[in-house]
Structures are given as structure tokens and as C-alpha cells.
């Protein structure tokens, strides 16, 4: 069973760079055809997609952080990472990493995140 | 950018069918996800394809998606189905969600 943990520093100060590990579980991060993303949920809020890079290193972001959001992966330790540079108050929350499942009806192809960790709480403060 | 609009709560009493809607320009264009979240708990895929459950999800949960709008329905709610509902869709290989739905069994 696949399983997804993150990890990394719980306070950022303001400017500075958010940098989380996931680390996953149970299989191979390069078995099978996935994409790995990170998303995040501010307290009391909805969730927001960061964004998400398959095993061969192509990464997809939201536009809305793309010019602050750099997310990696190595396969060797089969984790993948995420940094979120100058970073605000605005940037606090629960941050989760999930496993895309990619699926084809044709020539189209669907994804759905199947597999979440259980998120960790970042807060940026001074 | 692409937006996903669904009413900020439901209410339902415990037995009957709670529908949760999601609006989006030509979404049935598009496939939709459900994801439930309980408080403190991390999201967990109710529904995929616009109407497959994933292995586990009990079958009093359906979904379908036509037009602009995607629906999820909860048969024969029950208690353990209060929590937050959140309907996703990609759109030009970015993932975008709705605000969420409370749904209250009451």
C-alpha cells in the first residue's frame, strides 16, 4: 500500500524559501504511470493546487505561483520536493503531497489523486 | 483562469440523498474528481471520472457531470459522510478546485 509523508521545517520567515520533502512509501516512485503533486489548504480554507512533476522531471504549476514554486523529484531516494521562495504570511498553511494517477479513454488522458499524506503544517512568521 | 463554483453548505437529514453541485464553464467537457475531507483529516478520492468510485468508497456515493454542471450524490446519507466535499478538474494541465461544500447531516 502506498504511502505518502511529508516532511520539513514547520516555521519559514517571511522572504525566505519553504522547502518540503515527500517521501513515498511502498512502492517505487517510478513504477507505473504517475505524477506527483503538491497542494496546500489554508486553516479554514479550501485547497489549493501547487502543482505536480512526473518521474521523468516534467512539472506542471499554478499560475497564480509558478514565478515562486520549483518542485523536483529524485528518484533514487524516491521522494520528490517541493520550494516556495519569498515566501509571506499569505503562504501559511497545511501543505499535502498526493499521487496522480494518470488514466486514458482514448487519445484523452484523465488524472485523479488517489493517494494524500497527512500534511504538514507550515507557518511563516518572523 | 479556469473556476469551479459550489455552494458553501448542504444540509441533509440522516437517510436521504444529498446532492452537491459544481458549475464551470463546459465542465462536462471536462472529467470531474470529488474529494471528501474530514476535519483534521487529509482529502480522501470519493469519485473519479466524473462517476467511478475508487476501490473502498461505499456505493451510496455517484456522480455525474453533463452541461456546466458536475453533481455528487449521497444516498441513504449517514453521519459519517458530514464533512467537506471539494469538486476538482484539470484545465490546461493545472488542477483547479471548487471553494467546498459543508455538508451537514442533521
Known amino acids: 500500500q502506498v504511502q505518502l509523508q511529508e516532511s520539513g521545517p514547520g516555521l519559514v520567515k517571511p522572504s525566505q524559501t519553504l522547502s518540503l520533502t515527500c517521501t513515498v512509501s511502498g512502492a517505487s516512485i517510478s513504477s507505473g504511470t504517475y505524477y506527483w503533486s503538491w497542494l496546500r489548504q489554508p486553516a479554514g480554507k479550501g485547497l489549493e493546487w501547487i502543482g505536480r512533476i512526473s518521474t521523468s522531471g516534467s512539472t506542471n504549476y499554478n499560475p497564480s505561483l509558478k514565478s515562486r514554486v520549483t518542485i523536483s523529484v529524485d528518484t533514487s531516494k524516491n521522494q520528490f520536493s517541493l520550494k516556495l521562495s519569498s515566501v509571506t504570511a499569505a503562504d501559511t498553511a497545511v501543505y499535502y503531497c498526493?499521487?496522480?494517477?494518470?488514466?486514458?479513454?482514448?487519445?484523452?488522458?484523465?488524472?485523479?489523486?488517489?493517494?494524500w499524506g497527512k500534511g504538514t503544517t507550515v507557518t511563516v512568521s518572523s | 483562469s479556469y473556476e469551479l463554483t459550489q455552494p458553501p453548505s448542504v444540509s441533509v437529514s440522516p437517510g436521504q440523498t444529498a446532492s452537491i453541485t459544481c458549475s464551470g464553464d463546459?465542465?462536462?467537457?471536462?472529467?470531474a474528481c470529488w474529494y471528501q475531507q474530514t476535519p483534521g483529516q487529509s482529502p480522501v478520492l470519493v469519485i473519479y471520472q466524473d462517476s467511478k468510485r475508487p476501490s473502498g468508497i461505499p456505493e451510496r456515493f455517484s456522480g455525474s457531470n453533463s452541461g456546466n454542471t458536475a453533481t455528487l450524490t449521497i444516498s441513504g446519507t449517514q453521519a459519517m459522510d458530514e464533512g467537506d466535499y471539494y469538486c476538482q478538474a484539470w484545465d490546461s494541465s493545472t488542477a483547479v478546485f471548487g471553494g467546498g461544500t459543508k455538508l451537514t447531516v442533521l
Open positions: 463546459e465542465l462536462g467537457d471536462k472529467y
Open positions: 498526493a499521487r496522480s494517477t494518470v488514466g486514458a479513454n482514448g487519445s484523452y488522458y484523465y488524472y485523479y489523486m488517489d493517494v
